[in-house]
């Protein structure tokens, strides 16, 4: 069994009258990428910060497996904010970083994985904003860090460029056993990358476990069943069921009788564009906490 090498007990963390965390408790296995999941305001970042010491928690306590006097020997750090020499060169600052870690990683190496090997004598100030993302990514792996924070991962990158990132940090983890701790607005990557996830809601944490655990967890063994309706004004025939709508004038029904609900739902209500399925993670969100998905496919809550 893989040793813990982040023990996080009680956190709380206010602000004022809002309660950002309130008693976070967890350990982070050796080696594993845990995702954090939640809307905006739910603690991601909060948590992130607190365990890297920008903020001190009201409460409770954070433990590494190596000495927290030298902890910043040990792990990478890059926040959702990043503030760059906008008039140093891509190549300048990643040399700088590696000069300051005493890193002996190749850096030709790491820019190609990191689409950024035309960008390297670009100045910071003339990147996109997704090159930006990408090295401020890749700075954050410059020490070769036994864990790595990342908030926000891929927020201002299109999906190829997401899906590149993916596997470079998939193939680090796998490589080099490096612990990654990720937040995320965006599902699919939480549930592409992760081996375990948490989900915050409202600074509380309501789920940490694996993927398939959540969705058997919480599905016990409903169905669901997701429509539009004929006639808008239908729409009150569904407060029995207890009906969630979605985007795009969907409803969706969680319920053990399928089959039974599907008759009755075409009979009495009129329903149109039907699909029946099982649970997935994007279902476990919106069944625990009101989660929902906009068109990008980030995490919203209303």
């Known amino acids: 069994m893989s040793h813990s090498v982040i023990t996080v007990k009680g956190l709380k963390k206010s602000f004022k009258d809002k309660v950002a965390l309130n008693n976070i408790s967890f350990d982070v296995k050796m080696g594993e990428i845990l ?18 010491d920008i903020y001190k928690p009201d409460e409770g306590d954070v433990e590494y497996l190596f000495d927290r006097k030298s902890m910043y020997d040990h792990i990478g750090v890059q926040m959702q904010k990043n503030y760059f020499e906008g008039n140093a060169k891509v190549i300048d600052i990643c040399n ?26 670009t100045y910071i100030k003339k990147l996109s904003g997704g090159n930006v993302q990408r090295l401020s990514i890749l700075l ?3 020490n070769q860090p036994e864990v790595v924070f990342l908030d926000e991962l891929t927020t201002g990158l299109d999906p190829v460029a997401r899906r590149k990132i993916w596997e470079v940090l998939r193939e680090i983890n796998r490589k080099n056993n490096v612990t990654i701790i990720i937040t995320s607005h965006f599902l699919d990557e939480i549930e ?18 694996g ?12 169905k669901v069943i997701e429509f539009q309706i004929k006639d808008p004004m239908a729409s009150f025939k569904l407060d029995k069921y207890g009906a969630i709508p979605l985007n795009d004038d969907r409803y969706q029904i969680y319920t053990k009788d399928d089959e039974k609900v599907l008759m009755e739902l075409i009979t009495k209500v009129g329903i149109k564009n039907l699909v029946v399925k099982s649970p997935t ?22």
């Open 35 to 52: 995702g954090i999941v939640g809307h905006n305001g739910a603690g991601k970042s909060t948590l992130i910060n607190t365990m890297v």
């Open 96 to 121: 700088l970083y590696k000069k300051l870690t005493k890193s002996d990683i190749d850096l030709d190496e790491m820019l190609d994985g990191f689409g950024l090997s035309k960008e390297k004598d």
């Open 140 to 142: 954050t792996l410059i």
């Open 192 to 209: 592409y990358l992760a081996d375990r996830i948490m989900i915050l809601n409202k600074g509380e944490m309501v789920y940490l476990g």
């Open 211 to 222: 993927v398939t655990t959540a969705i058997d967890q919480y599905s016990q063994g409903e």
């Open 281 to 302: 993670l994007e279902d476990v969100f919106l069944k625990i906490a009101g989660y929902k998905l906009d068109k990008e496919g980030r995490i919203i809550n209303e």
